[in-house]
């Protein structure tokens, strides 16, 4: 699987005719943390981290990561000239203090978009204004994806609302979610905990994730650690 690719990548010796790997003959340890679903939690993780540190090792790669999310959807539909309204509860953290809300998405798919006034509502009662993902529209004609962020700020907590009116005299159907994320602001107990090993002289390298076409603040952890080697990609 992607374990042994990646240690390919790393230490592959050129036999068969293939390529060399990036540090071709370096001693490889080869440490399970995920289950037979790729899953693992931080305990586990972190007896793997600490048990390859105590059998010296030099570096340990980490394809792997958590960025919390959550959200709803659904499908419906609006009479005539009214109005539906969702609301999504935004939390101050998740799991831990350093999983701070970071931004929400909002998807709406309709072929009668054009037709559909589209507003995002904050606890305090004001209208938000983010910006348009058309990266992640395939047709913009029948897609809409909005993402609203406060900049170096966590979101404010409390009660959301997605509100939909509609200007024409027809029902009109559509489906609709949100999404709230939660990155690590770099504090968690992962993230210190890859720090500490840093410091022990362990070189950690740890991937980005794979959620950059959402844009900032998309990092997981513990590629949020502030002495981390997080690798990540500029295309797909």
Known sequence: ???????GTIA???????????APGADLIGVKVFNESGRTDFYTLLKGFQWAADNDADIISFSGGSLPASGKEGTDYI???????????VYSSVFEE??????????????DLEYLNISLIAPNGSVVHGY????????????W?????EEDKPLQSGDWTLKIQSTSGNSI???YKLIVVYPSDGTSELDKAVNNLVDRGVVVVVAA??????????????GSANKAITVGATGY
């Open 1 to 7: 699987g992607h374990g042994t690719h990646v240690a």
């Open 12 to 22: 592959g010796t050129g036999k068969l005719g293939y390529k060399t790997g990036v």
């Open 79 to 89: 009479p005539p000239y009214s109005t539906r309204e969702y609301s999504i509860e």
């Open 98 to 111: 350093a999983y701070k809300p970071a931004f929400i998405l909002v998807y709406i798919n309709s072929s």
């Open 132 to 143: 348009r993902m058309d990266n992640l529209i395939e047709n913009p004609e029948i897609e």
């Open 145 to 149: 994806c909005y993402k609203y962020m």
């Open 173 to 175: 159907s559509y489906h």
């Open 209 to 222: 994730g794979n959620e950059g076409f959402l844009g900032n603040r998309t990092i997981g952890c513990p």
